[in-house]
């Protein structure tokens, strides 16, 4: 079974950084696309970040473009989020996803699985 965990989301003050980590346990992620989203308190969930299999490919939302930066370890078949100057509207709970077949934008093409969450929350 497909299944990804995400960890590293905590409390933090505006203009602070916290690095996500993505990571599989039972199975590679060298082929696969990931993506990470957030959903926020009442609002629906939104892709922010996708990083093609390779790494070469990566794109951003512009709501966190030139802040957040996602990268992978095939090595450690993990993939990251770091978050740089945080905003209070970045408070949510941020979701990775994996997908064969590369990024469509700040997505990948598919959701194949999804991790189970991990909450950030941006405040003074």
């Known amino acids: 079974q497909l299944q990804l965990v995400e960890s590293g989301g905590g409390l933090v003050r505006p203009g602070g950084s916290l690095r996500l980590s993505c990571a599989a346990s039972a199975f590679t992620l060298d082929y696969y696309a990931i993506g990470w989203f957030r959903q926020a308190p009442g609002k629906e969930r939104e892709g922010v970040s996708c990083?093609?299999?390779?790494?070469?490919?990566?794109n951003y939302a512009d709501s966190v473009k030139g802040r957040f930066t996602i990268s992978r370890n095939n090595a450690k078949n993990t993939v990251y989020l770091q978050m740089n100057s945080l905003k209070p509207e970045d408070t949510a709970v941020y979701y990775c996803a994996m997908g064969i077949g590369g990024c469509s934008n700040y997505v990948p093409f598919r959701l194949d699985a999804w991790g189970q969450g991990t909450l950030v929350t941006v405040s003074s």
């Open positions: 990083i093609s299999s390779t790494g070469g490919t990566t």
